[in-house]
């Protein structure tokens, strides 16, 4: 797959990929590819990444079934990183069971926590 | 800095930031920090990152004048990536002269450039 080989990996044979509501423009989640995974992305048209704690692929919604549908995939100016606008069923990215991972902001010098849970964690994974 | 304790760097001291614009939600930039360069732009209200191949803090726009103005920083629910809402100042993030980075788009099982660049590079660094 060409598209494949001209994308850089970095010297683990990672690249990070951002996972963005293709309608919303909401940043969902940040995770981490290789090559293998990028191409089961591009083939499924579904997320999938590379575990790094787990160091096995990670087919996204799996357990949850918090899948993510591909609708764009874009690089960067310098093919080392990846963007994924994606659909996400369920409306849950986040393992914490927000929509998005991106909920801890910075005010008046603390993380605050901004959005809440949707679904309780233990009803999603139980 | 109680905020930069409540973040987690890798193994190299490093943290990976995402540039987004604050009001059309468009990713503009991916990059990387280190603790004094999210120090920095905490305090500045500025985007300061950290360059891996110049292995120095990078003050963003410092030669194109293409500032980022920070309106929120977030992180993550495991708080080892930033995500800033910025204005970026001038409308051009990337290096190339375009607005983002993100304009390689998989089309046909290739990549296509789906933006124009906005100014040639050379008149903005030369």
Known sequence: M????????DDQGLIPAIAQDYKTGEILMFA???????????????????SRSRKKLWFKGEES???QVIKE????????????????IGGIACHTGRA???FHKIENDNWSITTDIIKDPKDIYG
Do not use: G, P
Request: glycine content about 0%; aromatic content about 12%.
């Open 2 to 9: 060409d598209v494949l080989e001209q994308v850089k990996f």
């Open 32 to 50: 981490w590819m290789n090559k293998e995974s990028l191409k089961l992305t591009i083939e499924k048209q579904q997320a999938v990444y590379y």
């Open 65 to 67: 079934s918090h899948t």
């Open 73 to 88: 995939i874009y690089s960067d100016c310098d093919r080392d990183v990846i963007l994924l606008k994606i659909e996400q």
């Open 100 to 102: 998005s991972c991106f």
